[in-house]
């Protein structure tokens, strides 16, 4: 039913969005964005299609509505196990993966002199996951409009499918095998609830001409079932497997600032922003970037930026648990083989093209268009598994390559 | 010799944090402010916080599924293998 509902309002968005109404100004925005993991046993490709449209048919209020696809092909381990059982054969599973994750949403933004007002609504559906999410948002500026600030909260009621396997101990629950009979009824597997809410306080501020910073903190609480239903993880020394155990529950925090300057001089935009992120399952993580923008044409921008990231692991992570954790220590109560929760580094490098064309006068582009902007960005992101191994094999998809296109049109 | 409490460090650092953004806001005040007239450079896209919204959503949706903190969001699979 709620597949039904999705197109439907994301159609009733558009059509809203499309309506002649008096002073309307709408754009149109497609994008398309491919990740690429090459990779001799588990590669991944990801095409992520979007089109968003957005219209203001009155003063001061804007209607936009979006839809995304992800089309995932390509092969990942469906059990991990560590070094200790590198001498068994096959004990690492890998197995094709082909899904479809398609995300409709919708929303209205009021704007008035100062202040501003956004809500939206966001549905995702995909074989065996099912997300609902609401997000509002306030802002306002003051002493000149040189000071921003604007606070958001959103609220997610997610379902993922898993095997239905009653009220077995963790160590006897097996991973989903397949997508099969997911949110049809089927007693052969279950929907889990996950609960998801974020908040974010941000605090824009100008203090010269030419230069400008950004504050923002972010925290989230997630709650529910927070692992892979088809991952397992060998957790006894005979290779003996378990589907991945997460805590229920996670708090995370985060505060990062941003600063940009622009270079007379050198007629460039230089930023900078440094992150700082916590959470309750003592994942500890930096993230610095560095970005470089400037026209080379008065229609034409270059950016070229390069970011550093680096996180701890998890309490309970371990690249192995056949080694008898005390069942009360974080290893011995949970288990993990997902590498996002070992301790890593990822270095990532690109940079953007984005032409803009503005139409003389009244005129317009096609006959249609204000104004049209397309671009063309590339980013390489290569990951530095500090303590990750498949049977003590380091893995060789650790190179993603992001190449994406993208168009939009105002009339 | 007496030493506070964690809870005590943590409601002193509660009640510290409004009166430190409430300072921060204030010296940022207390700058000349820009002028409507000077923010010509501000304005450009290059410079404006969000102005690559889309382009930035996309690359961190990329992240999410290579990076322990980002994310957490929410319409995110479970089960496509790419996390």
Avoid at chain 1, 235 to 250: F, K, L, N, V
Wanted: aromatic share 10%.
């Amino acid at each position: 039913m709620q597949l039904r509902r999705a197109p439907l309002a994301l159609g009733l968005g558009v059509a809203l969005a499309a309506l002649p109404t008096h002073g309307q100004v709408a754009e149109v925005d497609v994008r398309t964005q491919v990740f690429h993991e090459p990779s001799a046993t588990s590669r991944m490709t990801v095409y992520t299609p979007e089109l968003g449209v957005s219209a203001r048919p009155t003063d001061g209020t804007r209607v936009f509505a979006s839809y995304q696809a992800d089309a995932v092909s390509g092969a990942s381990e469906a059990i991990k196990a560590g070094p200790l059982l590198s001498g068994v054969p096959d004990i690492v599973s890998r197995a094709s993966v082909q899904d479809y994750r398609h995300v409709a949403s919708g929303g209205f933004s009021l704007e008035r002199a100062h202040a501003r007002l956004d809500a939206s609504y966001t549905y995702g559906t995909e074989n065996d996951y099912r997300s609902n999410a609401i997000s509002v948002a306030a802002g306002t500026d003051f002493w000149q409009r040189n000071t921003d600030v604007e606070i958001g909260y959103s609220h997610g009621f997610d379902e993922v499918c898993s095997l239905a396997q009653g009220n077995l101990p963790a160590t006897l629950r097996q991973g989903l095998d397949s997508s099969e009979g997911c949110f049809t009824g089927s007693e052969r597997v279950e929907a889990l609830d996950i609960s998801l809410d974020n908040f974010r306080v941000a605090w824009t501020q100008t203090w010269t001409p030419v230069f400008t910073t950004q504050l923002i903190f972010s925290g989230g609480l997630q709650h529910g079932f927070l692992g892979n239903p088809y991952r397992q993880v060998v957790i006894g020394p005979t290779g003996q497997a378990a589907q991945e155990h997460h805590p229920d529950d996670r708090s995370r925090a985060a505060l990062a600032l941003a600063l940009k300057y622009y270079a007379r001089g050198l007629k460039t935009a230089f930023g900078l922003s440094a992150r700082g992120y916590r959470d309750s399952w003592q994942i500890q993580s930096v993230t610095s970037e560095l970005s470089v923008e400037r026209y080379l044409f008065p229609w034409l921008t270059l950016l070229v930026h390069g970011r550093v990231y680096a996180q701890s692991g998890a309490s309970f992570w371990s690249d192995d648990y056949t080694g008898g954790e005390p069942s009360y220590g974080p290893r011995g109560q949970y288990w993990s083989g997902d590498r996002e929760v070992s301790p890593l580094k990822t270095l990532l490098a690109g940079g953007r093209l984005e032409g803009t064309w503005r139409a003389d006068g009244a005129g317009r582009w096609v006959g249609v268009f204000r104004q049209v902007s397309a671009g063309v960005s590339f980013d390489l992101v290569k990951t530095v598994l500090d303590d990750f191994t498949w049977a003590g094999q380091l893995p060789d998809d650790t190179l993603v390559m992001l190449p994406s296109l993208a168009a939009s049109g105002t009339f | 010799m007496r030493t506070k409490s964690r809870w005590g460090r943590q409601a002193a650092g509660a009640r510290a944090a409004p009166r430190l953004i409430a300072l921060v806001l204030l010296l940022g005040s207390s700058c000349a402010p820009v002028r409507p007239e000077q923010r010509a450079i501000l304005a450009d896209k290059i410079m404006r916080f969000g102005a690559d919204a889309r382009a930035r959503s996309a690359l961190e949706h990329a992240l999410e599924n290579r990076e322990g903190s980002i994310g957490g969001g929410s319409v995110q699979g479970g089960g496509c293998g790419c996390n």
